[in-house]
């Protein structure tokens, strides 16, 4: 197998990363959320690469500013995680 086919068939794992991601993100405890923050950015990446392959340059934007908003919602559920283990702490 080539490494054009490879990339191509990188949209699969890419698509399943962004649905796993996206399951935690509802989650409702912080940690969980931070994961799949984490999880988004690795789509992101992903999405990236098969995109550069594709020349899908609209996409390799929306990705770059979506990654951007995940890294930023990390530092911001960070702070209620810290509070999160607090509360566990005193209980």
């Known amino acids: 197998m080539d490494l054009d086919t490879l990339i191509d068939l990188l949209q699969w794992p890419a698509m399943a990363v962004t ?3 996206a399951f935690l993100v509802g989650a409702r405890h912080a940690r ?4 799949g923050f984490y ?3 690795a789509s992101n990446i992903l999405w990236i690469v098969w995109g550069v392959h594709d020349e ?3 996409l390799i934007a ?4 979506l990654l951007a908003m995940n ?3 990390i530092f911001r559920n960070h702070k209620e995680a ?3 283990t607090q509360q566990e702490a005193t209980a």
């Open 19 to 21: 649905l796993a991601a």
């Open 71 to 73: 890294v930023r919602a």
């Open 39 to 41: 999880t988004f950015i």
């Open 32 to 35: 969980r959320r931070i994961f």
């Open 82 to 84: 810290e509070a999160e």
């Open 56 to 58: 899908a340059w609209a």
């Open 62 to 65: 929306l990705q770059v500013g």
